[in-house]
């Protein structure tokens, strides 16, 4: 009697360890080895995105969250860098990229940016958003953060050639900022209010077009671990 109870705790204990890696499994999948991380920051496109669905997709892991009504997110998951960002929200989809945990945001401005790296690599916005956990080119180069920069100055330039305006931080992607506040958000407003964003935050065709222009102009070279690539022209004549 005493052999069979010792059996059965054995089996059950075994199953019970058994729906605790199915568990995990589910949660994190291969990421089970990846350090915890936390990625955050604002989704806008000059009105708050509140309430949009925040969807990060990283070299190995992934996690969702929703931002609150102010558009700030805050997503606290395993995973290793770097991670492409999709903020959706009825007609809304808006791109954006993380080296890895830290604060990045989710704008027309990101979305500029996200059009210009892929156009640096190569592709295009759905290849990158795509190919991010299997091109290791891809990964190499959204990790570096002196690509990251350089991308940001090449849309400030290419906004100021077409608009005449020059953004309150050229750090639009990782600088924190509150919507209905001057700086990133006042831009935002501002370039609503001149036809260079749409109502769902798309870009104009002509700042897409000269993203891209730029992007393709100034490829990022090396596939190692120090990718390198120019801020490139204006994209604009």
């Known amino acids: ?4 109870c010792l059996r059965a705790r054995r089996a059950f204990c075994l199953g019970s360890i058994a729906v605790a890696i199915n568990v995990l499994t589910a949660c994190g999948g291969d990421s089970g080895s990846s350090p915890s991380g936390n990625i955050n920051g604002t989704a806008a496109i000059g009105a708050p995105l509140g309430g949009a669905a925040i969807q990060a997709t990283c070299k190995n892991g992934s996690g969702t969250t929703t931002a609150n009504a102010a558009g700030v997110y805050s997503v606290t998951f395993r995973f290793d860098g770097p991670c492409t960002l999709t903020a959706t929200s009825g007609s809304v989809v808006i791109h954006s990229v993380a080296a890895g945990p830290g604060t990045y945001n989710l704008t027309p401005l990101t979305e500029l940016l996200v059009a210009y790296l892929a156009a640096q690599l190569g592709t295009t916005v759905n290849g990158l958003l795509t190919g991010i ?7 190499s180069a959204l990790s570096n953060r002196t690509v990251l920069t350089n991308a ?4 400030a330039q290419i906004i100021k050639k077409l608009y005449g305006v020059n953004l309150s931080s050229t750090a ?8 209905g506040q001057p700086g990133i958000d006042a831009d935002l407003d501002k370039f609503a209010s ?3 964003i749409d109502a769902t935050g798309k870009p104009s065709t002509a700042l ?18 120090n990718p390198t690539g120019g801020t490139g ?5």
């Open 1 to 4: 009697m005493k052999l069979f």
């Open 233 to 237: 022209g204006t994209g604009a004549t």
């Open 133 to 139: 956990q299997n091109n290791t080119s891809f990964q």
């Open 172 to 179: 639009f992607l990782s600088t924190a900022f509150v919507t």
């Open 152 to 155: 940001e100055a090449a849309v």
């Open 194 to 196: 001149m036809g260079a």
């Open 208 to 225: 897409l077009n000269a993203a891209i222009a730029a992007g393709a102009a100034a490829p990022i070279r090396g596939t190692g671990g």
